[in-house]
């Protein structure tokens, strides 16, 4: 499966923690799960044009909300 740089990057992530990550070069990004290392890469040096020394991923699950049934 081919997916072009916008396709692999979907936005920036912008918070508090994110912005002190911004004070030592490192930036956030929501991509797009199908895409492995190599592919995050190449989008970011593609449509920023910067090399790229590393990229950390990570997975997060959303939280499980309990709902009370009406009775």
């Known amino acids: 499966m081919n997916l072009c740089a916008h396709d692999i990057i979907l936005r920036p992530i ?3 923690h994110t912005m002190r990550g911004m004070q030592q ?8 799960k199908s895409a492995n ?3 995050i ?10 090399k790229i020394s590393k990229v950390n ?13 009406e009775r």
Do not use: M
């Not at 070069?25 to 797009?32: D, E, M, P, S």
């Not at 890469?41 to 449509?47: R, S």
């Open 14 to 16: 912008v918070t508090e």
């Open 25 to 32: 070069r490192k930036y956030t990004f929501k991509v797009a």
């Open 37 to 39: 290392k190599i592919q």
């Open 41 to 50: 890469k190449g989008a970011v040096e593609e449509l920023f044009g910067v």
């Open 57 to 69: 991923t990570l997975n997060c699950k959303g939280r499980y909300v309990r709902h009370r049934s």
